[in-house]
T-cell receptor, first 113, second 111 residues
């Protein structure tokens, strides 16, 4: 009963490094999304996808890339890490259609030094 | 103006109190509505969906007013364990399927 799986759970990077946050779901959900949450703030949408091969920008896309080559996986790439990207990152998925709630992964806690 | 707006609170109430949270959304084409609960920067978890006719789950009641573009959550007989941040979520609207979260309302229930 995996649901949405995010790896790693914790990561520390140096400024300028790149890395990929992994997200996988086993529920055959078409819609997947990435959010970041800074201390004391709400969730902000980074990128989302409505199906394999289709991605779109959210509210705060700069500094991040995504791809969706399969239904199951939706990795988030940080191109050149900056301290402003220190945050908790959540991946979520749901079926498309009316009335479908999102299911979240446990989150990745990322610190950029 | 944000697409989904909530009163951030915080709401500090004694055990047993009734508390109500409000949420407004800007896009009249929005199709689905939910309340989520988030504990201490853990992942948000679905509390309940919100239906036009209103719906209840134990001590929790959700209402939707499409004409006013307004969603509410009522918690009766508050428990210490209800302390959390409550997020209003709206699907659909400007981009088909996109989910938009409010910034959340923080509730602390005290003994």
């Amino acid at each position: 009963n995996a649901g949405v799986t995010q790896t790693p759970k914790f990561q520390v990077l140096k400024t300028g490094q790149s890395m990929t946050l992994q997200c996988a779901q086993d529920m055959n959900h078409e819609y997947m999304s990435w959010y970041r949450q800074d201390p004391g703030m709400g969730l902000r949408l980074i990128h989302y996808s409505v199906g394999a091969g289709i991605t779109d920008q959210g509210e705060v896309p700069n500094g991040y890339n995504v791809s969706r080559s399969t239904t199951e996986d939706f990795p988030l790439r940080l191109l050149s890490a900056a301290p402003s990207q220190t945050s908790v990152y959540f991946c979520a998925s749901r079926k498309t259609g009316v009335g479908q709630p999102q299911h979240f992964g446990d989150g990745t806690r990322l610190s950029i030094l | 103006r944000k697409e989904v707006e909530q009163d951030p609170g915080p709401f500090n109430v004694p055990e047993g109190a009734t508390v109500a949270f409000n949420c407004t959304y800007s896009n009249s084409a929005s199709q689905s509505f939910f309340w989520y609960r988030q504990d201490c920067r853990k992942e948000p978890k679905l509390l309940m969906s919100v239906y036009s006719s209103g719906n209840e789950d134990g001590r929790f009641t959700a209402q939707l007013n499409r004409a006013s573009q307004y969603i509410s959550l009522l918690i009766r007989d508050s428990k210490l364990s209800d302390s959390a941040t409550y997020l209003c979520v709206v699907n659909g609207g400007t981009n088909a399927g996109k989910s938009t979260f409010g910034d959340g309302t923080t509730l602390t229930v005290k003994p």
